[in-house]
């Protein structure tokens, strides 16, 4: 659910060995049913697979994926809500903080997988995708234990070249993603520049570090273990490994697109208050992010 560009990737790969839907935008579907996906990059092939603009007539499925904007995800739980059946695993690899819990909402703690992905993908328009980079796959439970379905899933995914590890609690690799996100995302988007600039001015790699500080300040008020100064490291990892990148929250206000601001410095904020930890940088960076969208035009 959500055939973007990680989303159709992933479909790619896996249509290989198993039967796969993609649900997603009309001229993409369209696209996809006249010629095949094309995927580029570290994925070379062009796909037959079924594509669709919605689940109306889909049976429940084994394991739905959602790969949609973190806003996005309330919206396509009803959307797809005939694909889901009483054992139907949903299973996230979104962007920020709190996906998870609506997914097990909705199905129970049981089936709902958390996940995360480094894999990088471009979306060149309907039908082609880029396949920019290989990363690591990490899914796991919103809570020990794993289930032995959490194992499948991952053999599945690296069996289709996307090698995949599970992880008894997913949240720590959660939490450390949105450190990441939290630290480069918006900055980049208000300041209008790519990754590695955060790391040339210091005033920028102060803030990331202090962002990053922050999440990990936070992340612990949940119970989360996390070593002091991991994910302030892990950022200016990815800022360096990605200084040519422009984020994607860049590339979402460049384009005068909503942002995903509210699931990683608003979720961040939010959990903050309830646990009485201050995160004055990821409040400010927050603000003024919303303040950018608020003079732009944007699809919800």
Wanted: aromatic letters at 2%; a negative charge; charged letters at 25%.
């Amino acid at each position: 659910m959500g055939a973007g560009a990680i989303g159709s990737m992933l479909g790619a790969r896996l249509a290989d060995e198993h039967d796969v839907t993609l649900i997603g935008r009309e001229a993409h579907v369209r696209a996809i049913r006249e010629r095949g996906l094309e995927v580029t990059g570290h994925t070379q092939r062009t796909v037959d697979v079924d594509a669709r603009t919605d689940a109306h007539e889909l049976d429940p499925a084994d394991v739905v994926f959602l790969t949609v904007k973190a806003y996005q995800t309330e919206q396509a739980l009803a959307d797809v809500e005939p694909a889901i059946g009483p054992n139907t695993f949903l299973a996230t690899l979104q962007n920020g903080l709190g996906n998870l819990e609506q997914l097990a909402r909705r199905v129970g703690e049981s089936h709902a997988i958390g996940g995360t992905t480094s894999h990088g993908c471009l979306f060149h328009g309907p039908g082609r995708v880029e396949h920019t980079g290989v990363g690591d796959t990490v899914i796991g439970p919103i809570a020990p234990p794993d289930r032995p379905a959490h194992h499948q899933l991952a053999e599945a995914l690296t069996e289709a070249g996307i090698e995949a590890e599970v992880a008894a609690d997913i949240r720590p690799q959660l939490w450390a993603k949105a450190a990441v996100n939290a630290a480069i995302n918006p900055a980049t988007a208000i300041a209008g520049l790519p990754n590695g600039a955060l790391l040339d001015v210091d005033e920028l790699e102060r803030l990331l570090e202090a962002a990053a500080r922050e999440v990990e300040d936070v992340a612990r008020s949940e119970g989360i273990e996390v070593e002091e100064g991991a994910w302030v490291d892990r950022a200016r990892t990815v800022a360096k490994q990605t200084a040519r990148n422009r984020s994607s929250m860049l590339q979402d206000v460049e384009r005068g697109r909503r942002t995903e601001i509210d699931a990683i410095c608003g979720r961040v904020v939010e959990v903050a208050r309830r646990n009485g930890v201050p995160v004055p940088r990821n409040q400010t960076l927050h603000g003024l992010v919303k303040g950018i969208e608020a003079t732009r035009t944007y699809d919800g």
